[in-house]
């Protein structure tokens, strides 16, 4: 058994523990967690994760949770306000910086957090599991919607799973990205 399918093991055991729904042990902070992982593992974690959205029903039959693929998100946000297809064109005719730029503004981190917000509706659910990080980038910045999250997300625990490195104190995306610090979330497992 590897690290990492020793870490994976461990996940469903952690999200349905009443410590974890309760945010008991937090000392009041955020309950933002991140489970980590070498992007080259992507296809293990994703399987996992369906995984353990099947299990979750069976484990805790009452529990409410709300699965967000951050890459799914930000193209029916794309798709919702007509501009999915313009981007699409745009990318064939002017390359990827011309049309980063023309999507800083509607994929705003503020803007992608309040969609998302109505996607996982956390006052409706005990718990949101995001994905789709790494498919996101560049689009989005990770501690940015973090940031956005905050005021947002109420007492509701969110776990990202990050394909990269997070050390507690800054977010690491594919291990080589490094983007501004972030020291809110607490790492799901070690």
Partial sequence: MTDLDERLNKILDRITSEDFLSGRNLSGEIPFFAFDYDPK???????HIG????????RRPDLRVAHVNLWALLVDHLKERGLFDKAIEMQREKGDDATLRALRAP????????????????????LIIVSGVGAAYPLLRTHNLLNNLHSMMGSTPLV???????????????GLLKDNPYYRAFRLVD
């Fill in 41 to 47: 593992s992507e296809l293990v974690v994703r399987e």
């Fill in 51 to 58: 995984f353990v959205l099947s299990q979750l029903n069976k």
């Fill in 107 to 126: 994929l705003d981190s503020g803007r992608v957090a309040k969609a998302m917000i109505a996607a996982a509706s956390p006052a409706d659910h005990d």
């Fill in 160 to 174: 990202l799973f990050y394909p990269g490195k997070y050390d507690g104190q800054s977010l690491k995306l594919f």
